[in-house]
């Protein structure tokens, strides 16, 4: 999966190295197929580690890799309002509200 430099930037800003460069890893591994908006997966992804922590990576991976639509509802994230839900996610976590 495409990961932007804004995104990047964030999970190095919200995650310590030792969990980030992981993470960056796995979601770089992600097929984009049939995916929905990029940054709609990515967040929900991170939600979801942010909630269950890092050690749940590689579970939080397999289920965007089998089923992203299970995934977004995990995290909160698969309804119109995706947007405005991760913006407000991110900046509970210190980010900028303009990022999304």
């Known amino acids: 999966m495409q990961i932007s430099i804004e995104m990047t930037s964030l999970i190095r800003d919200v995650f310590p190295a030792e969990e980030a460069e992981p993470i960056l890893?796995?979601?770089?591994?992600?097929?984009?197929?049939d995916s929905p908006e990029p940054n709609q997966v990515i967040g929900a992804i991170l939600i979801l580690l942010k909630k269950h922590g890092p050690a749940k990576l590689d579970a939080i991976v397999r289920l965007a890799a089998r089923d992203w639509r299970d995934l977004l509802m995990g995290a909160g994230l698969a309804d119109d309002d995706w947007a405005f839900q991760l913006r407000r996610a991110i900046v509970s976590w210190g980010g900028n509200q303009n990022f999304i």
């Open 25 to 33: 890893t796995a979601l770089a591994s992600l097929d984009e197929d």
